[in-house]
């Protein structure tokens, strides 16, 4: 018995993030290795002929440990897009980003002219309360200047156990000086969620990513909004724009919030009984009140579970591009002794009305195009996953490019506009409010 991770990986953004579960997984029995056969060793031991070649003969003595590591990465990386090998470091950089919670500042950061700016403080943490502010400029880190590193480089020394104390020197517009602080580190949790009421009564919800916090954020934001607002809550919007995925079970359970019964999603991989079902479990904790979900082509992985599954049983209408069409599913094996762990595609997604998106993506019931600047143009489209090298093949036609453009100010957003105005009865469509009763047997 091994303990694997599967994964939803959304290709849009390059972020790889995992549900743990506990299942078996037999990578090789006895017969498949019998079958495996005389060819299959043979081109192990070609491998072998040209990895000690390579030692022997190479301009430059290479590290043995880094050709493995490649080759291994090259195997995987030529099945689809979405197998690698992440490293020790790989492995536990997932893991952080899985449980949206590590030892830190509290501080959104970028890289501008080979020094780290602050593009904001988090609420009520270490870099908030000792007065950190946006467009500080971050020089020295525990007195060693951060020019010449990478931003991940420095994020990672910011980054460290909670209670530990740490040295910012920042430089700041309108003091002549540096202003020097020191911070003590804590465990800082990355809103996954976010929401605020619209006017007085449409309930506004943004999932940025499913991790191991959005659960519990979903439940808190639906309590919120509810209490604020009461009878005047007409609706909610469930915005999930450029949210690259997450947790399964995160998004079984954003599912589960909105249904009261009835298939979310099923996996099914290369054998015929490698299907698992997950179920809604009864209670709707918005009441029936009625909802929009937000999608366009950043939208992948997770996010389609939960597009598709509130689409199919005529829960929510789904407003505005087509999604990234990521349907696959990863297991994350860990390898033990430090040696990291192997992302491998093991099965394909379904929603509950047996529909595969992937290569495909999710289809709005109504498409909403937002007004993209002149000089945006040529990058408001994610090409999907259907663009992607080595990708797997759909069932059916495949679908490329999507719309994935967001204006940055709420009053230019169209698609948003479109939900509120839906919501409350401004503008009308037959799909909104959709009919239960037409959707998917339960």
Not at 1 to 28: C, E, N, Y
């Amino acid at each position: 018995m091994r303990k694997t991770s599967l994964i939803l990986l959304g290709a849009a953004a390059g972020a790889a993030l995992t549900l743990m579960a506990t299942q078996p997984r037999i990578v090789l029995d006895g017969s498949s290795a019998r079958a495996a056969g005389a060819d299959t060793y043979r081109q192990l031991s070609l491998f072998s002929d040209v990895f000690e070649r390579v030692r022997a003969d190479y301009v430059e003595k290479p590290d043995d440990g880094k050709l493995v590591e490649t080759a291994i990465n090259g195997m995987l990386t030529g099945l689809d897009p979405h197998s690698s090998y992440m490293d020790a470091k790989s492995f536990r950089d997932m893991q952080v980003q899985t449980r949206g919670e590590f030892g830190g500042l509290g501080i959104e950061v970028t890289m501008e002219d080979g020094v780290i700016k602050v593009v904001a403080p988090i609420d009520d943490t270490p870099a908030a309360k000792a007065g950190v502010q946006a467009n500080d400029f971050i020089t020295h880190i525990d007195d060693e200047p951060v020019q010449g590193l990478t931003l991940n480089q420095a994020v990672e020394k910011m980054r460290g156990p909670a209670n530990t104390k740490i040295k910012l020197r920042i430089v700041r517009k309108g003091q002549d000086k540096p202003v020097e602080l020191t911070l003590t580190r804590d465990v800082i949790k990355v809103l996954s969620v976010r929401s605020h009421s619209e006017g007085d009564d449409v309930g506004y919800i943004r999932v940025t990513q499913f991790t191991e916090q959005t659960n519990e954020g979903l439940k808190k934001a639906i309590a919120d909004l509810t209490a604020q607002d009461g009878d005047k809550l007409k609706g909610f919007i469930l915005d999930l724009r450029n949210n690259p995925g997450g947790l399964l079970d995160q998004a079984i359970a954003v599912c589960d919030a909105f249904l009261e019964k009835g298939e979310i999603v099923s996996t099914r991989g290369r054998n015929a009984d490698e299907i698992q079902r997950f179920n809604a479990k009864p209670g709707d904790l918005t009441k029936g009140k009625p909802v929009i979900v937000l999608i366009n082509g950043g939208s992948a992985s997770a996010s389609e579970i939960v597009a598709g599954a509130l689409q199919d049983h005529k829960r929510a209408t789904v407003l505005g591009t087509r999604s990234f069409g990521k349907g696959s599913v990863q297991t994350i094996i860990p390898l033990g002794g430090g040696n990291g762990a192997l992302r491998l595609t093991t099965a394909r997604y379904f929603t509950p009305s047996g529909h595969s998106i992937q290569a495909k993506g999710i289809v709005p019931d109504i498409e909403v195009l937002q007004d993209v600047p002149d000089d945006l143009k040529t990058r408001a489209d994610s090409k999907g996953e259907a663009s992607l090298r080595g990708h797997l093949a759909a069932e059916g036609q495949e679908q490329t490019g999507s719309q994935a453009y967001v204006p940055p100010d709420a009053k230019d957003d169209k698609v948003l506009h479109a939900a509120l105005d839906l919501i409350r009865g401004t503008q009308q469509n037959a799909a909104y409010p959709p009919d239960p009763k037409l959707g998917v047997p339960n």
